[in-house]
């Protein structure tokens, strides 16, 4: 069985998530904005969810066809084979969005796919009520310039939520967008990553994932686990492909540190919830005192910055300090994200690199330096 695919991503890593398909098997991959199209069997569906790092969620693509009236998109929808995925006690809850197209109605059109929906299955079942009440099979759809394509959600709970952080702190960077500043800095398993502003934990968690190649996907559950859609044979030869290609031998070590006690503490619960504590040395320190205690480093930071936590003015001065203890040296490279387009002023050097990102909604920089 083939299936058409989409990964959703962060703006800005779309390239990153399209590389890591590629070398998981997927075919036809091509990338658009906030998303990736790929194709594959189960072992793709269940690898893609398994060791994705970069993508939000893995759905499966039903179809792709433009509409501008409800009556087209109920047609076109009705005669989709939904009888091959949902089961007649099954719950299969629509949700999407509609950006510049003529059905601009989001909760009309999840009236009009519903019915639908229900409709087909009806008729396939025999069947007029459907008590919904066995797996969920959220159904997504979205229409951007009046093109719809219609899918269903195979995550579940996102799977930028890995289940090592249970907690955060008041701005936790997301997982996939640290894992994405992680590969963009070129981190490797030989590599000593630091984070002078480590919060929660959450960049020196996904880059010792990342360098000792860990699936950030390998212990956790996915909604299509209960569709009976993936034989549990596919599940277990992938879960233990992923266990396999895990590095054992590495000299990865990470070094973390933050003005805050709790944050420090907190770090370590989840390094430790996420099973690569054995990686870590934290300590309670301002970034003023950034001092390594090795030769070569990596760092990667997201500094407090004016619509998070701190004042604009207050966010510059750490800037400042950053660019004074962040010594441009042979074996060091800096990477540090912020939203202030002034920050290269602050921080004193101009990038070597720059890449645009998203944290949520707000759009960031991320400055690299490696020369």
Same mark, same amino acid.
């Given at each position: 069985?083939?299936?058409?695919?989409?990964?959703?991503?962060?703006?800005?890593?779309?390239?990153?998530?399209?590389?890591?398909?590629?070398?998981?098997?997927?075919?036809?991959?091509?990338?658009?904005?906030?998303?990736?199209?790929?194709?594959?069997?189960?072992?793709?569906?269940?690898?893609?969810?398994?060791?994705?790092?970069?993508?939000?969620?893995?759905?499966?693509?039903?179809?792709?066809?433009?509409?501008?009236?409800?009556?087209?998109?109920?047609?076109?929808?009705?005669?989709? $084979?939904?009888?091959?995925?949902?089961?007649? !006690?099954?719950?299969? $809850?629509?949700?999407?969005?509609?950006?510049?197209?003529?059905?601009?109605?989001?909760?009309?059109?999840?009236?009009?796919?519903?019915?639908?929906?229900?409709?087909?299955?009806?008729?396939?079942?025999?069947?007029?009520?459907?008590?919904?009440?066995?797996?969920?099979?959220?159904?997504?759809?979205?229409?951007?310039?009046?093109?719809?394509?219609?899918? &269903?959600?195979?995550?579940?709970?996102?799977?930028?939520?890995?289940?090592?952080?249970?907690?955060?702190?008041?701005?936790?960077?997301?997982?996939?967008?640290?894992?994405?500043?992680?590969?963009?800095?070129?981190?490797?398993?030989?590599?000593?990553?630091?984070?002078?502003?480590?919060?929660?934990?959450?960049?020196?968690?996904?880059?010792?994932?990342?360098?000792?190649?860990?699936?950030?996907?390998?212990?956790?559950?996915?909604?299509?686990?209960?569709?009976?859609?993936?034989?549990?044979?596919?599940?277990?030869?992938?879960?233990?492909?992923?266990?396999?290609?895990?590095?054992?031998?590495?000299?990865?070590?990470?070094?973390?540190?933050?003005?805050?006690?709790?944050?420090?503490?907190?770090?370590?619960?989840?390094?430790?919830?996420?099973?690569?504590?054995?990686?870590?040395?934290?300590?309670?320190?301002?970034?003023?005192?950034?001092?390594?205690?090795?030769?070569?480093?990596?760092?990667?930071?997201?500094?407090?910055?004016?619509?998070?936590? &701190?004042?604009?003015?207050?966010?510059?001065?750490?800037?400042?300090?950053?660019?004074?203890?962040?010594?441009?040296?042979?074996?060091?490279?800096?990477?540090?994200?912020?939203?202030?387009?002034?920050?290269?002023?602050?921080?004193?050097?101009?990038?070597? !690199?720059?890449?645009? &990102?998203?944290?949520?909604?707000?759009?960031?920089?991320?400055?690299?330096?490696?020369?």
């Amino acid at each position: 069985m083939n299936f058409k695919m989409t990964a959703p991503c962060l703006l800005g890593v779309e390239g990153l998530v399209a590389d890591e398909l590629r070398q998981m098997g997927a075919e036809n991959v091509t990338a658009e904005n906030a998303r990736v199209f790929f194709e594959g069997g189960t072992d793709i569906l269940a690898r893609a969810n398994i060791c994705s790092r970069f993508s939000e969620r893995i759905l499966i693509v039903l179809d792709r066809f433009f509409a501008t009236s409800f009556e087209e998109l109920y047609q076109q929808v009705k005669v989709l $084979p939904w009888s091959d995925f949902i089961g007649s !006690k099954d719950t299969f $809850p629509v949700k999407g969005f509609s950006i510049n197209s003529a059905l601009h109605s989001v909760p009309d059109c999840q009236k009009i796919i519903k019915k639908a929906v229900v409709d087909s299955l009806a008729d396939d079942y025999n069947i007029k009520w459907f008590e919904e009440s066995g797996p969920v099979h959220q159904i997504q759809f979205s229409i951007m310039k009046d093109e719809v394509c219609i899918m &269903l959600d195979t995550s579940g709970t996102a799977l930028h939520k890995r289940g090592y952080r249970p907690k955060g702190n008041d701005a936790p960077i997301r997982e996939t967008l640290a894992a994405a500043m992680c590969r963009l800095s070129q981190l490797k398993h030989y590599h000593t990553l630091y984070d002078p502003c480590c919060g929660s934990g959450t960049i020196l968690i996904e880059g010792a994932m990342l360098a000792n190649n860990i699936a950030p996907g390998s212990n956790r559950n996915f909604a299509v686990d209960r569709w009976g859609l993936i034989p549990e044979s596919v599940w277990m030869s992938e879960r233990e492909r992923s266990h396999d290609t895990v590095k054992t031998d590495t000299d990865f070590a990470a070094f973390g540190s933050d003005i805050d006690p709790h944050s420090v503490e907190l770090t370590m619960i989840n390094a430790k919830n996420a099973k690569v504590d054995r990686f870590f040395n934290v300590t309670v320190s301002d970034v003023r005192n950034f001092s390594p205690s090795t030769e070569k480093g990596t760092l990667i930071t997201n500094p407090p910055y004016g619509e998070r936590m &701190l004042d604009y003015k207050a966010a510059k001065e750490i800037y400042h300090v950053m660019g004074e203890r962040f010594v441009s040296k042979y074996g060091w490279s800096y990477g540090i994200i912020s939203p202030d387009e002034e920050f290269e002023k602050a921080f004193g050097k101009k990038a070597d !690199k720059r890449r645009k &990102l998203y944290n949520g909604t707000i759009k960031c920089q991320y400055y690299m330096y490696f020369k």
